[in-house]
């Protein structure tokens, strides 16, 4: 817990760009003019709100620190957990990138950079190791990799709009069309980019770029958008 809070406040500092002491801190006064000044930049996912009023100012904050020591918990639990850790990540992310691209489509693009190791990895195991055929080893791990890229996209990407239940089931069916068209753009830019001589990094990185934002739009607008719409 040290090291967590550690590492948080050294990314906080950085997001805030302002030497607070715990810019995690739950206690702490404002002025109403600086509220107004800020309140629409914020992100308001979370409960840092000390740190995404800080890091939402357009100029130096002028701040004073009153000193606190902290002692051994007596009573209640920490509300350190899991969806604590994506509420903290989507604010930095968001404070770090949004300027440049939606918080969400980076998120996704993360997702699939592990599922990518995944699929590397079982396609490894299976066709190296195990000895099994390449196309079955293939399979196998496109379908691995495609499951575990929903199901951490409904976990952290899209938590607001999780699906559940048998919902989850009908997502991956959605997710599944969404991500046979972007991968099948991403094949035919990728060589037809080849064909016409551009060196194949480059042709193989124009694919992933047009796949990956097909991915996110069609994920969006289809897997995602009708969980939202069956909750109204």
């Known amino acids: 817990r040290v090291a967590l809070s550690n590492l948080g406040l050294r990314i906080s500092t ?12 739950g206690f702490f006064m404002l002025t109403n003019g600086f509220l107004q ?9 979370g409960f840092k709100i000390l740190l ?11 701040f004073t620190e009153v000193g606190y020591r902290f002692r051994n918990r007596e009573v209640g639990e920490s509300k ?3 969806n604590v850790g994506i509420e903290y990540l989507y604010l930095v992310l968001d404070k770090l990138v949004s300027r440049f691209l939606p918080v969400r489509f980076v998120l996704y693009c993360l997702v699939g950079a592990i599922g990518l190791l995944l ?3 079982i396609l490894w195991l299976l066709y190296r190791r195990m000895s099994y ?3 079955t080893a293939l ?3 496109i379908t691995v990799a495609m499951v575990a890229n929903y199901t951490v996209n409904n976990i952290i990407t899209y938590r607001q709009r999780r699906r559940r239940g048998w919902r989850y089931v009908t997502g991956l069916f959605f997710y599944a069309i969404v991500c046979s068209i972007g991968n099948f753009a991403n094949y035919a830019i990728a060589a037809g980019l080849t064909d016409r001589g551009i060196w194949w990094p480059i042709a193989s990185a124009c694919g992933l770029a047009i796949g990956s934002v097909w991915n996110f739009a069609a994920s969006e607008i289809i897997t995602w958008r009708v969980a939202q719409a069956a909750r109204k």
């Open 133 to 135: 055929t390449f196309d």
């Open 139 to 141: 399979l196998v791990a």
């Open 80 to 82: 350190l957990d899991l």
């Open 119 to 121: 699929h590397l990895f």
């Open 14 to 25: 950085m997001v805030s760009r302002h030497d607070l002491s715990d810019p995690m801190s």
């Open 37 to 45: 000044e800020v309140a629409r930049r914020t992100t308001a996912v």
């Open 52 to 62: 995404d009023l800080v890091a939402s100012s357009p100029r130096p904050v002028r």
